[in-house]
């Protein structure tokens, strides 16, 4: 199951919780990037980080349709609410 992290409110955190608490370590800080990373193949769909993420930045989808009907609805709302 895919993740999204909402770009506009993760803080990019080098100490983030989410990506601690990822046994897998498909979520990690770059630090050649400066940002959040996140590896797909790695992932084992816990849903650790989503339960960690303390500025609510990601967001979990049962599959790809999902996740791009999430991205098309977020795009939306920021959209909507500028």
């Known amino acids: 199951m895919p993740i999204y992290i909402d770009k506009k409110l993760c803080d990019q955190n080098k100490d983030c919780p989410a990506a601690t608490y ?3 370590l ?3 800080y770059d630090k050649e990037r400066g ?5 797909r ?3 084992m769909s ?3 980080c989503v339960v960690h993420c303390g500025p609510g930045a990601i967001y979990f ?7 791009a009907l999430l ?3 977020l795009k939306r709302l920021e959209e909507e609410n500028g």
């Open 61 to 67: 989808a049962q599959d790809d349709e999902e996740l």
């Open 35 to 39: 940002e959040i990373v996140y590896d």
């Open 41 to 43: 193949e790695k992932c």
């Open 71 to 73: 991205v098309e609805e």
């Open 26 to 28: 498909a979520l990690r």
């Open 46 to 48: 816990c849903g650790t």
């Open 22 to 24: 990822c046994v897998p």
